[in-house]
C-alpha cells in the first residue's frame, strides 16, 4: 500500500490542524486520514460521520495499522455520529478486532475534533465502555474518565518457578497490573503475553502493566497491550490503571504522576480511593500529518 501524505508537522495541541482534504473526488477513490500520536500511542484517524469507510473494518484496520505495508499505527480510529454525545468514538485494534475504549485515542480525537470544529473545547463521547467527557485545556488534553470496574487486588497467579501478585482493573478496558522493582530489566513482551493470555482473564484477555515506583507521587509504566499484541509506548487506560491500583495498594495520593515507555509523563488525578471518583487523566496529543490511503481493490 502507498499513502500520499502532507507532512504537516505540529505542536502538541495545535489549534490550527490542517484538515484532511475532504473534496468528493478525492473521498471516492482515496480515504482520507490524520496520524495523530498521544505519549508515543500512535494512531490512524478516519472522520467516518458520512461513511467515508465503506470497507470492512477489521481488514482495513489491519492494513492501515501495518508498520511496513501501511501507514503504521497502535489502532485505527473512527469518529462517527452519535445520538448520546457530541460524537461517538470506535477503535480497532491492529489484529482487527473492535477495543471497548482506549484513553490515548479519545484524546486524540478530542484534539482531532476541536481542531476541525466539530466539537468545542469541551465535548462528550459516546464509547463502547460508556460515554465519556473530553476538554483541551492549556497544557494537553484531559479525559474525564468513568468508574474503573471489577477491580480485584492480590491475586496469586503461577508463572513457571515463581508466584506473582497481580491486581485486575478495568478502567474501559480490562488490565492486569502487577509492580517489579526495576523496570528497564521486566519482560513485558514474555510474561505480558503470558497473563494476557491467562485463564483468570479468560475470555476476552487483558492488558497489561507493570509498574515501578520512583517517588512519593510518581511511578513508571511499560505496557503490553491487548490487539497490539506488544509492548506499545505507552496505554491511556493502563496508565489510569495503575495510577488507581497504586493508589489502592501502596496509598499515593491523588494526584499521580506516571511516566511512560514513550517519554511523556501524564497526570491522573482522582477526587476519593476505594471507590475511586472524578478520575481524570490529562497528557499531551498531537497532529503529525495528514494524508490519504487507497480503497481497497
Known amino acids: 500500500m502507498t499513502t500520499s501524505t502532507k507532512t504537516t508537522i505540529s505542536k502538541p495541541l495545535?489549534?490550527?490542524?490542517?484538515?484532511?482534504v475532504d473534496s468528493k473526488a478525492e473521498t471516492n477513490s482515496r480515504i482520507p486520514f490524520a496520524k495523530?500520536?498521544?505519549?508515543?500511542?500512535?494512531?490512524?484517524?478516519i472522520d467516518n460521520r458520512s461513511h467515508v469507510l465503506t470497507e470492512t473494518l477489521g481488514q482495513f484496520a489491519i492494513m492501515a495499522c501495518d508498520r511496513r505495508y501501511g501507514v503504521g499505527a497502535d489502532g485505527l480510529i473512527l469518529i462517527e455520529s452519535s445520538t448520546k454525545a457530541d460524537l461517538k468514538m470506535r477503535i480497532i485494534n491492529p489484529d482487527g478486532r473492535e477495543a471497548e475504549m482506549c484513553g490515548n485515542g479519545a484524546r486524540c480525537i478530542a484534539l482531532y475534533a476541536q481542531s476541525n470544529h466539530?466539537?468545542?473545547?469541551?465535548?462528550?463521547?459516546?464509547?463502547?465502555?460508556?460515554?465519556?467527557?473530553?476538554?483541551?485545556?492549556t497544557k494537553g488534553v484531559i479525559l474525564h474518565m468513568g468508574s474503573p470496574k471489577d477491580m480485584v487486588l492480590g491475586m496469586k497467579v503461577k508463572s513457571?518457578?515463581?508466584?506473582?501478585?497481580?491486581?485486575?482493573?478495568?478502567?474501559?478496558?480490562?488490565?492486569?497490573?502487577?509492580?517489579?522493582?526495576?523496570i528497564e530489566k521486566?519482560?513485558?513482551?514474555?510474561?505480558?503475553?503470558?497473563?494476557?493470555?491467562?485463564?483468570?482473564?479468560?475470555?476476552?484477555?487483558?492488558?497489561?502493566d507493570f509498574v515501578s515506583l520512583i517517588e512519593k507521587d510518581t511511578i513508571r509504566v511499560r505496557t503490553y497491550e491487548?490487539?497490539?499484541?506488544?509492548?506499545?509506548?505507552?496505554?491511556?487506560?493502563?496508565?489510569?490503571?495503575?495510577?488507581?491500583?497504586?493508589?489502592a495498594v501502596r496509598g499515593y495520593k491523588s494526584p499521580v504522576f506516571v511516566k511512560t515507555q514513550g517519554g511523556d509523563t501524564l497526570t491522573v488525578t482522582f477526587e476519593k480511593a476505594n471507590p475511586f471518583?472524578?478520575?481524570?487523566?490529562?497528557?499531551?496529543?498531537?497532529?503529525v500529518y495528514t494524508g490519504y490511503l487507497p480503497r481497497a481493490s
Not at 36 to 45: I, K
Not at 189 to 196: D, T
Open 186 to 208: 521486566a519482560p513485558v513482551v514474555e510474561l505480558g503475553r503470558f497473563l494476557r493470555h491467562h485463564p483468570k482473564f479468560s475470555p476476552q484477555g487483558t492488558n497489561v
Open 14 to 20: 495545535n489549534k490550527t490542524a490542517p484538515r484532511p
Open 226 to 247: 491487548r490487539g497490539v499484541e506488544n509492548e506499545t509506548p505507552a496505554c491511556g487506560t493502563g496508565i489510569v490503571a495503575s495510577a488507581l491500583v497504586t493508589a
Open 160 to 182: 513457571k518457578d515463581t508466584i506473582l501478585e497481580v491486581h485486575g482493573i478495568n478502567t474501559g478496558v480490562p488490565h492486569a497490573v502487577l509492580f517489579v522493582s526495576t
Open 277 to 287: 471518583d472524578q478520575i481524570r487523566l490529562e497528557g499531551p496529543a498531537r497532529l
Open 118 to 137: 466539530l466539537a468545542g473545547k469541551t465535548m462528550t463521547l459516546e464509547t463502547m465502555a460508556g460515554p465519556i467527557e473530553a476538554h483541551i485545556g
Open 36 to 45: 495523530m500520536v498521544a505519549a508515543g500511542n500512535d494512531f490512524v484517524v
